[in-house]
C-alpha cells in the first residue's frame, strides 16, 4: 500500500485545514486509517483513526472537537479537517494503514506510512 499525503500549508492561528492522504495498492476499505503528527524534537503521537468502513472515529483529546477524520472509500482517500488551529498544532503530520481491527493509537502498530505533510500554525 502506498499512501500520499497533501494539503499541509501555512495558516494562522484559529485557521482551518484539510489534509488529504491518497492510497493506492491496496483493498482500500480493509484499512483503518490514522493520522500521526511529529513536532520538531518530539516524538510521533496519535492524532485520530477511522475504521475501514468510516462507521467508527477516535481521537487524541488535544484535537477532540477541533479536529475531523473522514474517507472516501470510492476515491481511496482519507481526510483529516482541522479547525480553530492553535501554534501547538504546528508538526509534520503523516497518514498510516493498520490491518488490523484493533483500536491503537501506538504508532508502532501501524502496517503503511505516507511521506508526511507540513502544518505550520502562525500565531
Known amino acids: 500500500v502506498q499512501l500520499q499525503a497533501s494539503g499541509g500549508g501555512l495558516v494562522q492561528a484559529g485557521g482551518s485545514l484539510r489534509l488529504s492522504c491518497a492510497a493506492s495498492g491496496g483493498t482500500f476499505n480493509t484499512y483503518a486509517m490514522g493520522w500521526f503528527r511529529q513536532a520538531p524534537g518530539k516524538e510521533r503521537e496519535f492524532v485520530a483513526r477511522i475504521s475501514g468502513s468510516g462507521g467508527s472515529t477516535y481521537y487524541a483529546d488535544s484535537v477532540k472537537g477541533r479536529f475531523t477524520i473522514s474517507r472516501d472509500n470510492a476515491k481511496n482517500t482519507v481526510y483529516l479537517q482541522m479547525n480553530s488551529l492553535k501554534p501547538e498544532d504546528t508538526a509534520v503530520y503523516y497518514c498510516?494503514?493498520?490491518?488490523?481491527?484493533?483500536?491503537?493509537?501506538?504508532?508502532?502498530?501501524?502496517?503503511?506510512w505516507g511521506q508526511g505533510t507540513q502544518v505550520t500554525v502562525s500565531s
Open positions: 498510516a494503514a493498520d490491518k488490523s481491527v484493533v483500536l491503537t493509537t501506538l504508532a508502532r502498530r501501524y502496517d503503511y
